[in-house]
């Protein structure tokens, strides 16, 4: 960045923070009549039966009397995006799609049609740390299901054909997404933030489509999928003993065959900010986001981050959101947010608003960055930000497949088994001071980069006070 | 010949559904003097419950002149009372430890909580006291006229396809203004709606007899009632307008339409036929066929297009903007698809066509009919499993069908319907002439009104082309 952008962002920053002083509105008072909330309930704990097979696979059971159904999620570690490198960008969604689309018993479509008799659904994606193989069935169907999932995992077919038309329709896929701004958005993001770390790539191109081959299908499958880099959860209406005997019966024999990956390096905690403006001729909005690289779920400042983050950007609540969308009328949503995968982090905030008050939107989104790191949160709202993510906990887990995915979640970033149990006493210990010490070390302005997806015609001018940013064609 | 696939199904599948696999609901409903019906959807499971409050009015009711009214009020129910004032929902709604949102719909606008169930009480106090009345207020009207505004920006004017297949699908399939008009509404009529229209609109339809008021979850029907006796009891009710007759007749000439998107890359259809009317003897038959055809990869379309013919490389369906079982007026079922480059609209429509002929003259086998069965009652199970989508579905099948116990019905009515069944709806309802298509390709940018004459020598397209 040049010498006169700083000194324009300054001279920004400083306008900013005196209008964020006079416009710190005080919370509105709670009508007099409104019942108090009654007392918490105690938190129910999920039983958790863990075994780790011989072969290193962890099994996880929670038995759930609730609705008939039965959910089984493997999860693979150092599968993911990040184990793709540049030239294969997104090669793991491909992968992933690819081991429901038949195994050596079973074509495309008799797998489809079996899933079917089950009552049953069968996902798998992939994610930046891993793969995630999700099905469910009918809770009289736990062993099909589960002979069919590792039959998914272990022996997937890529058959010609299916890769063939695979490929045909992701680059399709990748087509109607670069029309829309979010994602063009998120991919110039994530490059800004992790700069050459293996994170930065999340988005496939045409090429490393066009280059995946059945053969580097296979070669890639029999890298990841390890037994000792893998989760098995099984919840829903089964009994423990069950389940680990269908865990043992299907994946007891599974061993790795190829040589693992490398573990990526842990990415980088801090960049250089850029200022880039996507050209979109004839949009309407603009679509602002501001991000800089985070910290790993297993950083100490985890916790505190993810209230600081509930303070100013997530929920209707937000800080961000009240005022961009209830105050100011620009959006229909703003948010900021820490997010956290295994070997690092980000934090990015955004809002799709009116071309003409990009500018504007753009000032309050440093406003509210420097308020939070420059005055403590008052006692209320912190005290209101942690019964909402505390309650939005409980909420969430209500429903199995949540629940599910919690757990292999939080095992994907490395967290241990005891933080789903210890989660809402630790977010409750966070203090004032310490969102404040997160705001002004995560939130700090000047750390962070600006990407716009829009018109250059109409939102280009509205920019200038925020740096020099580098227009990027389509 | 019922019995008989049955029987056979069974054999073939000696696995599949089971006793162990059924699950019902248990349902409470009670009407209070004023008009305002509660149902309660006990289950101890968890420490938290799902709210929901519907009611029956939607974008099918919304004025002439006033498209996208509904849902604008929908947003203003949000912006406060005279007691409870701007700001005081949502921070309830966040200090309690929940979260909220609200739709609009073709028959209905639902407001939805969910939360510990610690926050109910406040909960049901925040609903009550905006059924009662709102603060009428043009700071809030303003705001949310850009609110909604923006909303419509990002989802339609500067999203690739718009909406269109559902949005403009309607508008080129019904003939009544009530069903065909753009529920998201122009910036024209969201821009003239006054406070009067406010007034009117909160007076006419936000009544408790109006109304269903749905808690599913760690609650007791007897303690559900006694709360929400307690704070809606005394709430007059109020006249409502009769309903208008909603109803037209299936199409009798296929109708197309080809537009140019400047924002998307990839063309797509979307392809809708009128639907039986709610309840009818063909309603069950149709939501069967509609998922032997588009419910997921096993699928005939899925299977014939995506698949087979490989000429769309995506496949999605809708009813309307709801579900199967949630309409209470003309609605559609829309199939989605981006096509292949070398595809065309025309061959899209001549293998659905094609498949449909297959269907009409063999009809479904028995297998077949018994693993969609089993899948879709396991997705109805799917879809209350969550106490707030519990909550939900009772309040809308109650408004909508009179009886919140259809909840439990509907596994039943999908289980009857018969491969014969099948074949009859398909022939008068998957018919082109009963057809809508809009065929939605990629169009360059048209040239803006006045350009500002940018500088001749800067070709700004070939200078910023570098990535960093």
Known sequence: MTTTARLTLIAAALSAALAAQAASPAPPALPPELPPFGADQPLPAPRIVRQRLPNGLEVWVVPRAGLPRVDALLVVREAGLSADGAPRAGFATLLAGLLTEGTARRDARTLAQDVQALGGTLNASAGADGITIDAQALASQAEPLLKLLAEVAREPAFADGEVKLAKANALEALKAASATPGFRAEGAMAQAIYGRHAYAVSQATEAAIT???????????????????????????????????????????????????????????????????????GSVQATVRLGRPGIPATDPDYLPLRVTSGVLGEGFSSRVNLKLREDKGYTYGASARSRHALHGGSIVAGADVRNEVTGAALQEFDAEFRRIGREPVPRQELRETQRYMTGSFVVRNQVQSALAYTLAGNWLLGLPPSFVADYVQQVNRVTAAQVQAMGSKYFAPETLSIVVVGDPAAVAGQLKAWGTFQTVAK | MRNLHALLAFWLLPLAAVAADTWTLPVTTTTLPNGLTLVVSEDHSSPTVGISVVYKVGMRREPQGRTGFAHLFEHLMFQGTPKAPKGVFDRVVTAGGGDNNGSTRADFTNYIERAPVSALESFLWLEADRMKTLDF???????????????????????????????????????????????????????????????????????????????????????????????????????????????????????????GDPLAEVPAIAAAWKMPARGSADHAPMVVLGEVLTGGNASVFYQGLVKGRELSSNLESLWGLTGPWEYDGPTLFTVFAMYKPGGSADALLAAMDEDLATLRKNGVDAATLQRVKTRMKADWYNGLESFLGRADMLARLQALWGDAGVVNRVPDWIDAVTADELKRVAGIYLTPANRAVIDRRPAPLAAPAAPPAPPAPAAPAAASAAKP
Request: net charge positive; hydrophobic share 40%.
């Open chain 1, 211 to 281: 280059a995946t081959t059945p053969a580097v299908l296979r070669t890639a499958h029999a890298q990841r999928f390890r037994p000792d880099r893998s989760l098995l959860v099984i919840a829903g209406r089964i009994d423990a003993a069950q389940a680990l005997k269908l865990a043992q019966a299907s994946f007891g024999d599974w061993q790795a065959t190829g040589e693992a990956l490398p573990v990526p390096p842990a990415a980088p905690r801090s960049a250089t900010p850029v200022r880039l403006l996507l050209d979109r001729p």
């Open chain 2, 137 to 259: 207020n043009p700071a809030t009207l303003k705001n949310q006229q850009d609110v909604v505004k923006e909303e419509i920006r990002v989802n339609v004017k500067n999203s690739p396809y718009g909406g269109f297949m559902w949005i403009d699908i309607g508008t080129l399939a019904f003939d009544k203004w009530a069903n065909k008009h753009d529920g998201y509404g122009s910036f024209e009529d969201l821009e003239g709606a006054s406070l009067a229209d406010v007034r009117a609109f909160h007076r006419d339809y936000y009544g408790p007899n109006n109304a269903v008021l749905s808690i599913a979850g760690d609650v007791t029907p007897a303690r559900a009632l006694a709360l929400v006796k307690k704070y809606f009891a005394a709430i007059p009710r109020r006249a409502t307008p009769a309903l208008a007759d909603f109803g037209e007749p299936l199409g009798q000439t296929e109708r197309r339409l080809t537009q």
